[in-house]
C-alpha cells in the first residue's frame, strides 16, 4: 500500500524559512516524479512544484519560484521542500503527491494527508 | 499559464440524480493531458480520471470523462451519498494547473 506521510509543518513568522519532508513507502520511489500540492483553508488546490524521479526535471508555481526548492533523496525514499522568505500567502495544508510516470508530466494518483504552515505577519 | 475555469460552481442535486461538471482551458490542453479530483471534507484529494477519459484504479464505472481540447466534462451517472464532495480538474499537459472547483452538494 502506498503511503506518503508529510512532517515538518507549523507555526513560523513571516520572512523566515521552514522545511518539509514526506516519507514515501510501499512503492518504488525512485521510478516516480513527486509533487508538493498546497490548500489554504478552504480554498482550491494549487500546484506548487515537481520533481522527476532522478531531479534532473524540477519545476515550481510562479508564486514561489526563487523562495522554495524542492528536493529529493532516493536512498531515503524522501522527498523534501525547502521554503524561505516565507508570507502570510504561503499559509495552506501542504500535500505530497505521488506522480503516475517518472516525469512531471502525469496526474497524481496517491496523495499524503498533509502538513499545516502556517505563516504570521 | 493554462487557466482552468470550472462551471458550476455549486451543483444541488439528489441521489440517485445525473451530475454533469464541466472544465474549459484557457487554451487547449496538450493530448487531452486532463485529469479529475475528488476530494471530501477533511480528506486528501483522490484522483478518478486521467487523459481526460481513463477511469483511475478502483473508480466506480458511474464516472465518467469526455471532452479534448480546450472543453471537457466530468458525468457522474447516478450519484451514491459518498459522492457528494468537490471536484477539481487539472491539467498536466503545460506545468501543471488546477481549476477552482465545483462543489456537488445534496439538494
Known amino acids: 500500500e502506498v503511503q506518503l506521510v508529510e512532517s515538518g509543518g507549523g507555526l513560523v513568522q513571516s520572512g523566515r524559512s521552514l522545511r518539509l519532508s514526506c516519507a514515501a513507502s510501499?512503492?518504488?520511489?525512485?521510478?516516480?516524479?513527486m509533487h508538493w500540492v498546497r490548500q489554504a483553508p478552504g480554498k482550491g488546490l494549487e500546484w506548487v512544484s515537481g520533481?522527476?524521479?532522478?531531479?534532473?526535471?524540477?519545476g515550481y508555481a510562479d508564486s514561489v519560484k526563487g523562495r522554495f526548492t524542492i528536493s529529493r533523496d532516493n536512498a531515503k525514499n524522501s522527498l523534501y521542500l525547502q521554503m524561505n522568505s516565507l508570507r502570510a500567502e504561503d499559509t495552506a495544508l501542504y500535500y505530497c503527491?505521488?506522480?503516475?510516470?517518472?516525469?512531471?508530466?502525469?496526474?497524481?494518483?496517491?496523495w499524503g494527508q498533509g502538513t499545516l504552515v502556517t505563516v504570521s505577519s | 499559464e493554462i487557466v482552468l475555469t470550472q462551471s458550476p460552481g455549486t451543483l444541488s442535486l439528489s441521489p440517485g440524480e445525473r451530475a454533469t461538471l464541466s472544465c474549459r482551458a484557457s487554451?487547449?490542453?496538450?493530448?487531452?493531458?486532463l485529469a479529475w479530483y475528488q476530494q471530501k471534507p477533511g480528506q486528501a484529494p483522490r484522483l478518478l480520471i486521467y487523459?481526460?477519459?481513463s477511469r483511475a484504479t478502483g473508480i466506480p464505472d458511474r464516472f465518467s470523462g469526455s471532452g479534448s481540447g480546450t472543453d471537457f466534462t466530468l458525468t457522474i451517472s447516478r450519484l451514491e451519498p459518498e459522492d457528494f464532495a468537490v471536484y477539481y480538474c487539472?491539467?498536466?499537459?503545460?506545468?501543471?494547473?488546477f481549476g477552482p472547483g465545483t462543489k456537488v452538494d445534496i439538494k
Open positions: 487523459g481526460a477519459s
Open positions: 487554451q487547449s490542453v496538450r493530448s487531452s493531458y
Open positions: 510501499g512503492f518504488t520511489f525512485d521510478d516516480y516524479a
Open positions: 520533481i522527476s524521479w532522478n531531479s534532473g526535471s524540477i
Open positions: 487539472q491539467q498536466y499537459g503545460s506545468f501543471l494547473t
Open positions: 503527491a505521488k506522480d503516475m510516470c517518472s516525469s512531471t508530466t502525469c496526474p497524481m494518483e496517491n
